[in-house]
């Protein structure tokens, strides 16, 4: 694994932790949440894939 999938690997489920935790506290609503969690794992899997 290259540094950058590393790097992913390690961001992205702090980044869905992250906006959990802004949903609990009243921050976000449940669309939000869903969407920042969905666009941020899309994302993190297509540039996973692109790293070579």
Do not use: E, H, K, N
Request: hydrophobic share 60%; net charge positive; glycine share 6%.
């Amino acid at each position: 694994m290259t540094d950058a999938q590393v790097g992913l690997v390690i961001a992205t489920p702090i980044i869905v932790v992250f906006a959990y935790a802004l949903y609990r506290m009243g921050v976000l609503q449940r669309y939000s949440t869903v969407s920042a969690v969905a666009f941020s794992v899309v994302i993190a899997a297509i540039l996973f894939t692109q790293q070579g």
